[in-house]
Every structure is written in structure tokens, then in C-alpha cells.
């Protein structure tokens, strides 16, 4: 698992790119943050104490449909989408406490498709670590949502370990499984660089409606109809790989770190979600 300790930036920085689904050009100002602070994102002009600023957690979550978007009831408070590849970032880099700033667009730049820009852009900010350790979500009994095939299991175990299957139309996207241990490397260096996927006739619904506007093979796998892909893999599982980034990336919004052995297949955000949710739900 991450490091165990609260942790946050040693200075600001700053990341910029356009976002997936809005085209929108987005500027992120990352900020050291105080022992507990959480990871807090607030408008340009404002600070993380206004009413507007929004937190990430569960509670937060108010859309799954294409991507993860937090928000909350108060009046004027912020919306913000596809939060997920950043928080996959923080979590692995074990980035609990920072202050982001947002300007420009409404949702976080999709970058290459992966959390990789993110982590390395975090990587140069350097890190300090706090003085008080992070508990871990322990799970002690078996707990699962469903969905039809899909569905995610948590079972006990003594570190985090993380098994996945995919199974699509698509004769690249058959019967794929992985199981993981954590461990740094693996999470930050692979999982973290694996890019976001889709089918060329769903990028093509998507762009009729007006969204995926920022979306290429720039900044994901598209599966032609034909069995190839546009672009080349980076790894032979990519594709399970990024399911297995949006899980941890949606379950980081419990805000700590699970101890334990996740099973999932075919899940996605409104499954993540809802999972993340039992899970606190069972073990505090």
C-alpha cells in the first residue's frame, strides 16, 4: 500500500491539458495542504474554504455516467468531472492532503488517457510526510455489489491485492485476467501509465451529442471494428490495466487505503462507486 503516513506537496504546482468529454482547456494548480485537510479542489479566484470548493469523497459524487463528477447541494458549489486518473495519482503516490485550484474548464484534463502526466507532475513537487499514519480500511468478512455479470468482491487479506476480468466484443478484449499484489513499481510505473479505452462507434455516438470532444488516439485506446486498434498497446493487458486504474482511482475517494483482496469484472463508475460506499458502510 501507499506510505502510511498523511502526506502532502512540498510546493505548487501546476498541470494544463484539455478535457475529454469538454474539450475544454483546464489549468490545475496543485497546493501544500494541512494534516487532514483532505484533497479539496476550489475555483480560480476563490480558496478551499469557500462554500463552492468541493471535497473529494464518496459523498461527493454526483454523476457516474461517463466518468466520476463530484459536487454537492449548497448553492454555487462546484461540479467538477473525471476526477478519477487524479485521484489514481495521489493515491499511489499516497498524496492524502492537497489544495487544487481549478481554472478554465469544468473538468480535469484527460492528459495521455492515463494517470501518468499527473503522477510525474507530482513527482517534481517533492513530498512531505506528516507525522500521523493513515488507518487502512481493513475489510474482515467477504462483501460484494452485483450488477448482472458485473461485479466487485472485497475478501480479507493481509496487504491489498487486486484481481480483475474483462470481457468485451471486441477479439483484443476476450477473456482478459490479471491479478496484483501492490507493490510502487508495478502501481505507479504500469498501472499508472495504462491509457483509457473505447470503440471507435461509441467515440462516434458520443461526438453526435456533443461530447468527447478532446478525445483522440492521442489520449486512448480506440478499438476499430475491423479487430485492430488505431494505436499501439503500451503494454499486452493495457486495457484490464485501466480498468483496474478507474477502480483505484473511484475507491480513493474513501479516503484511505484498503487492506484487502478486490475481485472485479466488467465493472465501471456507478459500480466503483456504490462499492466504495458498502465498504464503509461495513468497516468503517
Same mark, same amino acid.
Not at 448553492?75 to 499516497?94: C, D, I, K, N, S
Not at 499514519?133 to 491485492?161: C, H, I, N
Not at 476480468?165 to 496484483?180: M, R, S
Given at each position: ?86 485521484? &489514481?495519482?495521489?493515491? %499511489?503516490?499516497?498524496? !492524502? ?20 502526466? /499527473? ?20 475489510? !474482515? ?12 468482491? @472485497? ?8 484481481? &480483475? ?15 496484483? @499484489? ?7 510505473? !504500469?498501472?499508472? /501509465? ?17 461530447? @468527447? ?66 465498504? %464503509?458502510?461495513?468497516?468503517?
Amino acid at each position: 500500500m501507499p506510505k502510511p503516513f498523511r502526506t502532502t506537496v512540498k510546493q505548487p504546482g501546476v498541470y494544463e491539458g484539455v478535457g475529454l468529454h469538454s474539450g475544454e482547456i483546464t489549468r490545475l494548480t496543485f497546493l501544500p495542504a494541512d494534516c487532514g485537510e483532505g484533497i479539496v479542489f476550489f475555483r480560480h479566484g476563490g480558496s478551499r474554504d469557500d462554500r463552492s470548493a468541493v471535497r473529494a469523497s464518496l459523498e461527493n459524487v454526483i454523476d457516474t455516467s461517463l466518468a466520476v463528477t463530484l459536487g454537492g447541494d449548497t448553492p454555487g458549489q462546484m461540479q467538477l468531472q473525471t476526477v478519477e486518473h487524479l485521484l &489514481y495519482a495521489l493515491f %499511489v503516490l499516497g498524496i !492524502t492532503d492537497v489544495a487544487i485550484e481549478v481554472e478554465g474548464g469544468t473538468e480535469i484534463p484527460i492528459a495521455d488517457g492515463s494517470a501518468g502526466p /499527473f503522477i510525474r507532475c507530482l513527482q517534481a513537487l517533492e513530498l512531505h510526510h506528516y507525522a500521523e499514519k493513515v488507518q487502512p480500511l481493513v475489510v !474482515t468478512r467477504p462483501v460484494s455489489v452485483t450488477d448482472g455479470e458485473r461485479y466487485l468482491v @472485497a475478501m480479507p487479506a493481509p496487504a491489498f491485492q487486486v484481481s &480483475y476480468y474483462i470481457d468485451y466484443p471486441h477479439p483484443l478484449l476476450k477473456n482478459q485476467a490479471v491479478q496484483l @499484489a501492490y507493490d510502487d513499481v508495478t502501481f505507479v510505473e !504500469t498501472i499508472g /501509465f495504462a491509457r483509457t479505452f473505447g470503440f471507435m462507434k461509441d467515440v462516434e455516438y458520443l461526438r453526435s451529442r456533443g461530447l @468527447a470532444q478532446g478525445g483522440s488516439a492521442d489520449n486512448a485506446v480506440i478499438y476499430m471494428p475491423d479487430g485492430t486498434t488505431m494505436n499501439e498497446f503500451r503494454f499486452a493487458r493495457e486495457s484490464v490495466y485501466h480498468k483496474i486504474l478507474d477502480l483505484i482511482g473511484d475507491l480513493a475517494l474513501i479516503g484511505r487505503p484498503i487492506q484487502g483482496h478486490v475481485l472485479g469484472a466488467r465493472g465501471g463508475h456507478a459500480l466503483d462507486v456504490a462499492f466504495g460506499k458498502k465498504l %464503509v458502510q461495513a468497516f468503517g
